[in-house]
């Protein structure tokens, strides 16, 4: 069994900054990728961030770029996303997506909100 954990989610202002944290466990052997996607109200699902985990390699969604970066803990199974200047086009759950050879896992989603 896998379980994604995410945490960090809340309500922040405009301008602000928030780091997510996922911690995958279980049978995570050859993980490939853990990364974020982000649902808003009435919109699909979208990628946000994803790093590889061997070299560690990261790729960003166009909207977050420069203002959102994210890191890995390989010891702990962890994924952070910290995200800086943050917007109110941001609101979302989050979504942690950890990719391994075993197959594709989610995590239950944290809400983040960005007031005005």
């Known amino acids: 069994q896998v379980q994604v954990v995410e945490s960090g989610g809340t309500l922040v202002q405009a301008g602000g900054s928030l780091r997510l944290s996922c911690t995958a466990s279980?049978?995570?052997?050859?993980?490939?990728?853990m990364g974020w996607f982000r649902q808003a109200p009435g919109k699909e699902r979208e990628f946000v961030a994803r790093i590889s985990w061997s070299p560690g390699n990261t790729y960003y969604a166009d909207s977050v770029k420069g203002r959102f970066t994210i890191s890995r803990d390989s010891a702990k199974n962890t994924v952070y996303l910290q995200m800086n200047s943050l917007r109110p086009e941001d609101t979302a759950v989050y979504y942690c997506n950890l990719q391994t050879r075993g197959g594709n896992y989610w995590g239950q989603g944290t809400q983040v909100t960005v007031s005005s």
């Open positions: 279980g049978r995570t052997f050859s993980t490939y990728y």
